[in-house]
């Protein structure tokens, strides 16, 4: 059996780390609903770099944009991304139907350029929101600051958000707060909460190789055997367990009667950055009920190649997740100050992926006409 499927059977939902237009074109999109059980996609910054700044295939559309009028690059690429997303939206359509809403989305970021500004983000949002025109889009806010508002405010508007860059456990616990608020404003208004979904992602191998360069640094060679590799899982298990006190009682009891939906966990940056770490550990350690894995798809592959699928491992041992946490604390790295650094170098990132988005939509502006190029090649 496939294993990708298996997670299905586990309360787990699978969704794809990816998206460039050929994969929606060339029906392979639909080949992974259909044969591995996808029921999401999501997007950022750096995977649009990548789509738009290493193929040929968005040079036609490019110059007929411009032949409709002066256009400036963000713009231009504004028009590539959202006739990707609407087009993979309609794709996954069928699954949001079947789902109930629970599943089907794809996400789209606002410019990471506006991460520490709760207005701008706003306008961004609800900007994009209409321009999509979609209810099975999720708008991708991050953890901030100044995101964290945003994401209560947007919420309140009735929109689907995916909360990126999440990494502590403290500020997941922040971004629960801004979902029920959220919901509660979108009801006191008249608004239908059983149409809002929204999911936390929360990073995580990124982690791991942020905490093993300190221990690095440290030397401590007992330290560094004891949670190397460990802490990332560790940190999941503990928002996980988070999850499952802030998603039960009476004020959530009051939402859920009214049709709420559980904001769910999606595991997010679940590639083994590590070689000398199992390719799937991101996935295999991760399986939960009511979670998300949103995976890259050279580590889908090798999961559908080789995964273990082993139910509920993100509930197993959690007093162990607690002692690794407690050891690395002790040994001299503090995991809130790695989680702190890691959401100013996930927004430098993104920002950075942008740069390069916007000048690959420059550079392929002006690059040769497809025949020319064709016949260059040959």
Not at 176 to 191: D, I, M, P, Q
Not at 267 to 278: G, L, M
Request: charged content about 25%; glycine content about 6%.
């Amino acid at each position: 059996m496939n294993p990708l499927t298996q997670l299905e059977t586990c309360g787990q939902a699978v969704w794809l780390d990816y998206l460039k237009r050929s994969l929606i074109e060339t029906g392979e999109l639909a080949r992974l609903i259909e044969r591995d059980g996808l029921r999401g996609v999501t997007s950022n910054p750096s995977i649009f770099e990548k789509a738009i700044g290493e193929s040929e295939e968005y040079v036609d559309a490019l110059r007929k944009f411009q032949a409709q009028g002066d256009h400036d690059v963000a713009a231009t690429y504004e028009h590539l991304a959202i006739a990707d997303i609407k087009a993979g939206a309609d794709v996954l359509r069928p699954v949001y139907e079947r789902t109930k809403r629970r599943d089907g989305y794809i996400s789209l970021e606002c410019s990471p350029y506006l991460a520490n500004d709760t207005e701008a983000t706003v306008a961004e949002a609800l900007r994009l929101w209409a321009a999509v025109d979609r209810p099975n889009l999720m708008v991708k806010v991050p953890a901030t600051p100044a995101g964290i508002p945003a994401i209560r405010r947007l919420l309140g508007r009735g929109l689907n958000i995916n909360i990126t860059l999440l990494f502590s456990v403290a500020v997941y616990e922040q971004v629960v707060e801004a979902y029920l608020a959220g919901l509660e404003e979108f009801k006191k208004s008249g608004g239908d909460i059983s149409k809002v979904a929204s999911v936390a992602s929360f990073f995580v191998s990124r982690i791991d190789t942020a905490v093993d360069k300190r221990l690095d640094k440290l030397g401590d060679k007992q330290l560094k055997d004891r949670v190397s590799g460990k802490v990332a899982i560790a940190n999941a298990k503990l928002a996980y367990t988070s999850y499952q006190t802030l998603f039960s009682g009476s004020r959530w009891q009051a939402l859920a009667s009214s049709g709420a939906q559980t904001q769910r966990l999606l595991w997010a940056s679940t590639s083994s950055k590590n070689p000398a770490y199992r390719d799937t550990v991101y996935v295999e350690t991760l399986i939960g009920r009511d979670t998300v894995n949103t995976i890259p798809p050279a580590t889908m592959d090798a999961f559908r190649d080789h995964g273990e699928v082993k139910a509920d491992a993100i509930e197993r041992d959690v007093d162990g997740a607690r002692a690794t946490l407690a050891a690395l604390e002790q040994g001299g790295v503090s995991l809130r100050d790695v989680t702190s650094e890691l959401v100013v170098d996930g927004v430098k990132q993104f920002s950075d992926a942008f740069d390069k988005l916007l000048a690959a939509v420059v550079r392929q502006s002006s690059a040769p006409q497809t025949g020319d190029l064709t016949r260059r090649k040959g």
